[in-house]
């Protein structure tokens, strides 16, 4: 039985995953298919910004519509409309008969990106039990990364054909597959409490509980929801609840500002600035990537639950912050004293490797996973929604301005995204709790005892 129990509960966590699915291919899919949309629509580099940066802001503001949508309508129906919206999204854009209606359809989906980045991780979260909840939740970055690589194979393989609209068509099926997916799914139990239906509540956490785990959890979420009081907006920065917020920002922030879009929204240009000049070359180096960003979330997945999300982070952020520095000092030596560089591209290709394996088994699925559990069940979704929209601004920040920066620093950029990494280590080694293997009304309950002890990490 208990068997069954965790097959159901992968499942569920599997399908509101799609959402990460699609959020990677969304994200990564533009690169190629730039490059045929320019010619036909005949772009000039303002439009070309909007479009490719459309699903940026449209994720802000999804981010922020999925606090309170999941909060009114409930996690589930959240899901839903960003597998609606995906779809939507896919078929106006493929089907775009100018650049208007494709930067409309790009910000559409950048709404359902937004809005998945919300209520997917929460989702799983609040039907997860504790133990494995680290696992379960970091299925949606696994998904991402799939997504991400998953689009550098379409983009090739439609390259020939000049198929752009193929390439962003394509996603109205994974989109379709999370709608139906979803209906076929339960509600978060702990929404359901919140909103009051105690029975369909009991219910959806029989599908995923033994029966003797059921009735002990009930009481505990009730007692969280008695005890913190419903949060609006303004409220997020009570003094009970602030210091949850800063930790969900903070890292929200520092997944970005430690530079990972930079390599994966710009690895082709990078590779050859090094030395790989084939074009072929660096796509191939740029697949090479996909695949370490895949692979290496696993090495989460396997350890998350095990040894903790502060390990990870730690040892995350120490070999992120090493390979920028290195990759900062290389190509500055490359560049100052060697004519010849042929060292550089291996150097660069290896510590941008080293880079992704470090990020993909810490900041990547940990960041989601803390935002999705450092919350109290009655503030969980509005909090997660501004720590999610503090994500997307500050990756439309670095995205935007890398380059800019790049043009005005060189090398030294890395530099700059290490002294990042320096930061976000001491962030998370002196504010940044254990969450492991604790229920989410244990860590909410840790909380309030840090606010009245000022003890948080323990
Ligand atoms: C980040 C994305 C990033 C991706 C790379 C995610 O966790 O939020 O911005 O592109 O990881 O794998």
Request: hydrophobic residues 55%; charged residues 10%.
């Amino acid at each position: 039985m208990r068997r069954l129990e965790q097959v159901y509960t992968t499942l569920i966590a599997a399908v509101a995953a799609l959402g990460g699915l699609l959020f990677g291919f969304d994200t990564g899919v533009i690169a190629g298919a730039m490059l045929f949309i320019v010619p036909d629509f005949h772009l000039g580099p303002a439009e070309q910004g909007l479009v490719v940066s459309a699903v940026t802001f449209g994720a802000l503001f999804g981010a922020l519509a999925g606090g309170t949508s999941s909060d009114r309508f409930g996690r589930r129906w959240t899901n839903i409309a960003a597998g609606l919206s995906f779809v939507a999204g896919s078929v106006f854009s493929a089907l775009a008969p100018n650049v208007d209606v494709l930067i409309a359809s790009r910000v559409l989906i950048g709404l359902a990106i937004g809005l998945t980045s919300v209520a997917a991780p929460m989702y799983i979260a609040e039907l997860s039990p504790a133990r494995n909840r680290g696992k379960l939740v970091s299925l949606f970055q696994l998904a991402i990364t799939i997504g991400i690589l998953v689009s550098y194979i379409v983009d090739r393989a439609l390259a020939p054909e000049h198929a752009w609209r193929w390439m962003l068509g394509l996603a109205c099926i994974p989109g379709a597959l999370l709608v139906l997916g979803m209906i076929a799914m339960p509600e978060s139990p702990r929404w359901l409490l919140k909103s009051g239906a105690e029975k369909a509540a009991r219910q959806a956490l029989s599908l995923v509980r033994s029966a003797d785990e059921v009735e002990p959890e009930v009481q505990e979420i009730r007692e969280d929801l008695a005890r913190n009081q419903p949060a609006a907006w303004s409220e997020l920065l009570m003094p009970g609840l602030r210091p949850a917020l800063m930790v969900g920002i903070g890292l929200a922030v520092f997944q970005q500002v430690t530079g990972i879009n930079t390599i994966i929204y710009y690895a082709p240009q990078i590779f050859q600035k090094a030395g790989l000049d084939s074009a072929t070359t660096a796509l191939a180096a740029t697949a090479g990537i996909g695949v370490v960003n895949v692979l290496s979330t696993l090495i989460a997945i396997w350890l998350v639950d095990r040894v903790g999300r502060k390990p990870l982070l730690v040892a995350g952020l120490v070999g992120m912050t090493i390979s920028l520095a290195a990759l900062g000092a290389a190509q500055h030596f490359g560049s100052t004293f060697d004519v010849n560089q042929s060292w550089v591209a291996p150097i660069t290709v290896g510590f941008i490797g080293l880079y992704i394996v470090c990020f993909a088994f810490s900041l990547g699925p940990v960041v989601w996973l803390m935002i999705s559990e450092i919350f109290p069940n009655r503030a969980r979704a509005r909090a997660a929604g501004v720590s999610t929209a503090a994500n997307w601004t500050a990756n439309f920040l670095v995205s935007l301005s890398f380059p800019v920066m790049q043009a005005m620093l060189g090398p030294s950029l890395w530099f700059v995204y290490a002294a990042m990494g320096v930061a976000a280590f001491i962030f998370v080694i002196g504010w940044v709790p254990e969450t492991k293997g604790k229920s989410l009304e244990e860590i909410s309950r840790q909380w309030r005892r840090a606010s009245t002890s000022t003890v948080v990490n323990q």
